[in-house]
């Protein structure tokens, strides 16, 4: 461990109106005083395990190395499904294996999986429906500070890490059939699309509409007008000028999307 202030993020869809949040803090605080903490989102939809991974994706290469990642997005809590800490890239990710750090092996393998053991470093049992605060948080605290997996649990095979399971984006010829991975608080559709993708001139199919504007920003249309962009992500995204695509459109997370080159 470097002598940086050690950095703890923390993806969950516990919300700010409970206070789950700040009780993993406060374990992760009290076992590791020095470490600072970086809210990512608490917003992610209840069990949406794949609108986590989204989350996590987007952001963690944003953080210096040794940067401990805790996602918890966890329905299967108290489950057969195992607590985890996976080691990639330089950095750790600690939370629920169920696919949620997905993204992040399919670009970087892993080079470290440990099944976390509770019993190793916790003085009592942990709670059966709260791990973020009895499980994860004091694993995160211990990493931050320096503390070798090996003493939080056993050694994982890799491989054997969940994946999810959702459809990526694909090429047929001259089309691309990708989806909606995020709909952000103002009502932009964020594809699975990459711009490097796109045709020179696209036309997009969505929910029965054709789009053939892509802009450099939302001015590009009138107000209320549907537009595409090139998305700060590096995919495509669907937006509405001074309202929401999302509205606009009836659409969610998962819905198809169609790009073609403009006839």
Request: with cysteine; charged share 20%; aromatic share 6%.
């Amino acid at each position: 461990m470097s002598d940086a202030m050690p950095l703890v993020t923390l993806t969950t869809d516990f919300g700010l109106r409970d206070p789950y949040v700040a009780e993993m803090k406060g374990v992760i605080l009290s076992a590791c005083p020095q470490v600072r903490l970086i809210d990512v989102t608490h917003e992610v939809a209840p069990g949406d395990v794949g609108e986590g991974s989204w989350a996590l994706a987007r952001v963690w290469e944003r953080f210096p190395p040794e940067t401990v990642h805790v996602a918890v997005v966890d329905p299967g809590v108290g489950s057969t499904r195992l607590p985890v800490a996976v080691r990639a890239a330089g950095r750790w990710f600690v939370g629920p294996d169920n696919g949620i750090v997905g993204a992040v092996l399919d670009r970087w393998p892993p080079a470290t999986a440990v099944e976390l053991e509770a019993s190793r470093f916790l003085a009592e049992p942990p709670s059966d429906t709260f791990h973020g605060r009895d499980v994860f948080a004091p694993a995160a605290a211990r990493l931050a500070c320096g503390e070798s997996a090996d003493a939080l649990g056993v050694t994982l095979e890799p491989g054997r890490l969940v994946r999810l399971q959702e459809e990526g984006p694909a090429r047929t010829g001259d089309t691309i059939r990708g989806h909606i991975v995020h709909v952000d608080r103002f009502g932009n559709l964020v594809t699975d699309i990459p711009v490097d993708w796109l045709p020179d001139v696209p036309t997009a199919t969505i929910a029965g509409r054709v789009l053939q504007d892509i802009g450099r920003s939302y001015t590009a249309v009138p107000a209320g007008g549907l537009l595409m962009t090139r998305g700060s992500g590096g995919t495509l995204e669907i937006s509405a000028r001074g309202t929401s695509a999302a509205a606009a459109l009836g659409v969610g997370r998962g819905e198809t999307v169609v790009v073609s080159p403009l006839d």
